[in-house]
């Protein structure tokens, strides 16, 4: 896998010594991983699933386990970008079985470790997304625990840190937000290579910003966070980036910012990925109301569409939560 989660394992190594299988079926499995991959971060979400999905199927089956957990992790990716969130979080609870063995001290493999605390720091990316930071933090937390007993997990490690300080936002700790950055930012240094984590900083130091009522600092890390995504060709990462970036030119009064927020808006439709859609069409229905009530109209309906979409994957208690956040029910009842 490239710098953008874990490491896939080789799927060219047979896993077993003792029942080595025929290049043609490793091939395919490192095929399969290797496009479900670039669509996972590279593409809209929604096309990696069919390869994901046989890639566990056929890793399953030849008994090849971390391939298994990598596809499946990856999988959970797609699926939460899209806005599936119980379907996520029911694929990444089986992927973090292994994790929760080694913290109760069960002998468990590095990579096992690695693909459960990625998918740990996946889970509290969902429950952030929903507003659910407290639990979030757990789920990181969590992850960080398993990462960083052993050495050579520095992905998982960066995802639970940077994670822990987006949490760290939500529940309003800026101090432990900064603290958390400023070890994330560390790590990243002796990665060269991170593309990803690079511009998830930025939208981190985008979070603190504003936290800090400091919107043109915001605009400045947002803006670098765009520029990186672009270059990496990362469109969902752009559209994020965008959806800051625009948030930090509205505190600023800025004349581009429907411009940007349609722009994120615009590319999140075309990727298919849900949470982006909501959050990128509300902000642009409010600033329009009154000099373009139409349009506004049009873009608050569209969200309220995105908010129920994902209200309808998600499990009974938390979809109940959902829709009595305060600003997804002044969103409904507009």
Partial sequence: MDSDGGKTPDADAPERADAPE???????????????????FHGPPGTA??????????????????E???ATWLLGVAQASR???GTALTLLGGVMGPLRSALSGVETAPELRLFGALAAATVASVHRQLGRHTVAWEFDALGLTAADAIPGLDEA????????????VGLGEIDIARTELGVAAGLAETHPDWWRQRVRLDWARAEIALLNDD?????????????????ARAPRHVAKGLLFLGVSQAQQGSADTVMTLRRAATLAEQLGTT????QARALVGALLADSDPATSARS?????????????DLPDDVREEWLNRPDIEALLSV
Avoid at 157 to 168: I, K, N, Q, W
Avoid at 275 to 278: A, D, N, S, T, V
Avoid at 300 to 312: F, K, N, Y
């Fill in 300 to 312: 608050l309906q569209a969200a309220r569409s995105a908010v129920l979409a994902i209200a309808g």
């Fill in 83 to 85: 806005g599936l969130y």
């Fill in 275 to 278: 949470p982006l859609i909501w």
């Fill in 49 to 66: 699933v069919a390869a994901l999905e046989e890639a566990v199927a056929l890793a399953t089956g030849s008994d090849r386990v971390a």
């Fill in 22 to 40: 025929r290049p043609e079926r490793a091939d395919a499995l490192a095929g399969l991983l290797a496009k479900g991959e670039r669509a996972a």
């Fill in 157 to 168: 490690v960066f995802d639970c840190r940077l994670g822990l300080a987006s949490d760290a």
């Fill in 68 to 70: 298994a957990m990598a």
């Fill in 215 to 231: 919107p043109a600092g915001a605009q400045e890390a947002a803006a670098e966070a765009v520029d990186r995504a672009e270059l």
